[in-house]
């Protein structure tokens, strides 16, 4: 099976990053890992110009988002990290699922329904808030309800979440990332 991992981070040696790599670790043997790093990619932002609906292709000349919504549509398991920036993921991160919503939803004969059913995914977000306030929407849980719009709309199910403060403090707080990190792994071969 195919593991997705997709780092919205800038830092490829960063909290989130080094979190989507225990993952990673903990994965291997169950999933094939592919990679993209969302800052890495030339990706044009999204026109709003409605003409991917209703045959589901961008109409904008090829580039990483047209890659990345292949990458997606043929992983069996999509891992996502992002920094917490303002409550939120990273404008890159933002910017390919604002190019993909066509390869989370089908848009034919009426409303948006759900295109990715029977997916699975992990969710892992890092900022720089202390323990008391990060699960708030206008920090860490605001990224992680993002993130779990963007699936939830494409019918892929969030298996597991880890949602870590203090990022700035990585090494202090290892032994607890690693015990969310395990936990989001026991929840994903759970569901």
């Not at 580039?63 to 992002?82: Q, W």
Request: glycine content about 12%.
């Amino acid at each position: 099976m195919r593991a997705l991992f997709i780092n919205g981070s800038p830092h490829k040696n960063g909290a989130t990053y080094r979190i989507l790599e225990m993952v990673e670790e903990k994965l291997l043997g169950t999933y094939v890992p592919e990679w993209l790093n969302a800052y890495d990619l030339s990706v044009k932002p999204c026109m709003g110009c409605l003409r991917c609906r209703p045959n589901g292709e961008c109409v904008l000349p090829e580039d990483g988002g047209h890659r990345t919504g292949r990458m997606i549509a043929e992983a069996d398991l999509i891992v996502v990290g992002s920094p917490v920036y303002w409550g939120n993921i990273t404008a890159p991160l933002k910017m390919l699922f604002d190019r993909n919503v066509t390869t989370f939803e089908h848009f034919l004969n009426s409303g948006p329904t759900p295109k990715l059913t029977g997916k699975d995914a992990l969710i892992v977000v890092a900022g720089g808030s202390g323990p008391a306030d990060h699960d708030k929407s206008n920090q860490g849980g605001g990224a992680v309800q993002a993130i779990r719009t963007v699936f939830e709309s494409g019918g892929v199910h969030v298996a597991g979440i880890v949602n870590m403060y203090s990022s700035w403090d990585f090494e202090r707080l290892r032994a607890e990332v690693e015990g969310k990190v395990a936990q989001a792994v026991v929840d994903l071969k759970l569901a």
